[in-house]
């Protein structure tokens, strides 16, 4: 994760330089909001690797869960950013738009563009690989970032090319359109963090597949008040196994500790509650469908 982080923040500064150089030489407004994106991507893989720092932090006597938060709160920093620079940019873009400016040589501005598509492409190759290893909410966030910067470079390059050969207000045109490109990707970063904030339950199929596992255990009859929720790369669960009346409380352990290791296999990162039930004392059963 700080690997993705460090990557992240070196990327973004490597390509402010050379949209820099370019924006400054043909003077595009669609170069102008990807240079603006860029500067923003610096921004908030800053705010993502001290985010980061902190998530990886243990638990402490203040945070007994431990400080899994801080990376869904860098992703809300980041969708202000975000949001900030595509207003500014809808408004210079609608400038332009009504008073077009002429572009004369496209050449720099298409090979800074193509260097860019190359460098993202690469760092999002390690970011994917980063979020699937720890599901990192904040390194979700920083790719879906630079995701939309595909899109954005490309449509860049096609920007500049039809206003070489064409109308030069298509310049202005590509330009609002990635303002609202900009916007909706700062939208998704908004829910993805307020999900971790409001400690949202896990998708429907993950806690289908915590009762597939738990099914497994031959001697457990059923579990109810199943809660889930996601802090950082850790995953909480809780859960009620139901198990035969005259079982003694040691065996009753047994059991839950071999159901807590399943479940460890499939989630290495979660923090796992299980309360053990009577089943002849359960009034709102869950039964398991199928036995093995």
């Known amino acids: 994760m ?39 991507d610096a921004i908030a893989s800053l705010i993502t690797l001290f985010a980061v720092r902190h998530a990886l932090e243990p638990a402490d006597h203040d945070h007994r869960f431990g400080h ?18 595509a207003l500014f940019l809808l408004l210079e873009a609608s400038a332009r738009f009504f ?23 690469l760092l999002l190759t390690l970011q994917k690989h980063v979020v699937q290893k720890t599901g990192s909410t904040a390194i979700a966030a920083d790719a879906l970032h630079y995701k939309t910067d595909l899109y954005m470079n490309a449509s860049v390059i096609l920007a500049l090319v039809l206003a070489v050969y064409g109308w030069s207000g298509f ?20 829910q993805y963090s307020l999900h971790d904030l409001m400690d949202h339950e896990l998708s429907d199929d993950e806690r289908a597949q915590i009762r ?8 457990a009859h059923g579990m109810h008040d199943l809660r889930t929720r996601k802090s950082g790369i850790t995953v909480f669960i ?14 009753a352990h047994r059991i839950a500790d071999e159901v807590e290791a399943a479940l460890m296999k499939f989630y290495p990162n979660a923090e796992i509650i299980i309360h053990e039930d009577p089943i002849g004392a359960v009034h709102h059963s869950e039964p398991f469908v199928q036995k093995p």
């Open 2 to 40: 700080k690997i993705a982080t460090y990557a992240s923040a070196s990327v973004a500064i490597m390509l402010i330089s050379a949209k820099l150089f370019a924006w400054l030489w043909i003077d595009s407004v669609s170069l102008l909001a990807t240079l603006l994106d860029s500067c923003l």
């Open 68 to 85: 899994g938060k801080a990376e869904a709160l860098a992703g809300l920093a980041q969708s202000m950013f975000i949001t900030g620079s």
């Open 99 to 121: 008073h077009p400016k002429p572009i004369e040589d496209s050449s720099i501005g298409i090979a800074v563009m193509i260097f860019s598509i190359i460098a993202t492409l």
């Open 171 to 190: 310049d202005a045109v590509f330009g609002i359109a990635i303002a609202f490109y900009i916007l909706y990707s700062a939208y998704e970063i908004i």
């Open 212 to 219: 597939n596992i738990v099914s497994q255990h031959p001697q």
């Open 238 to 251: 809780q859960l009620h196994l139901e198990l035969d009346d005259a079982l003694p409380l040691i065996e």
